[in-house]
């Protein structure tokens, strides 16, 4: 099993950037995909889940989109009005849950790809 984050890099506030979570040997018939981030000295905090089975998808981050195209096993988010405060590695996770917020659900995880958001 392999998720593989990238998309990451260094933008203004007020900027957007879309990661792409590519995801192998797996099905997402029967995982749900998340993202997490975690910013230097704090702990790792939900940003968005989808399930393609039941279309449920969950961004509590107004500013964030989530989305997925199943044929190309790609999971996306798009991050609009970006601030300094969402400075953080992101990382993508896979779990057979619904849907869920903890990272303790998740069963796989990807290697994360730095977002920097700075004037």
């Known amino acids: 099993v392999q998720l593989q984050a990238s998309g990451g890099g260094t933008v203004q506030p007020g900027g957007s950037l879309r990661l792409s979570c590519r995801v192998a040997?797996?099905?997402?018939?029967?995982?749900?995909i998340g993202w997490f981030r975690q910013a230097p000295g704090k702990e790792r905090e939900y940003v968005a889940s989808i399930r393609w089975s039941t279309g449920y998808r969950d961004s509590p981050m107004g500013r964030f989109t989530i989305s997925i195209d199943n044929a190309r096993k790609m999971v996306y988010l798009q991050m609009n009005n970006l601030k300094p405060e969402d400075t953080a590695v992101y990382y993508c996770?896979?779990?057979?849950?619904?849907?869920?917020?903890?990272?303790?659900?998740?069963?796989?995880w990807g290697q994360g790809t730095q977002v920097t958001v700075s004037s």
């Open positions: 996770a896979a779990t057979r849950r619904t849907l869920s917020t903890s990272t303790s659900d998740y069963d796989y």
């Open positions: 040997g797996i099905t997402l018939d029967d995982y749900a």
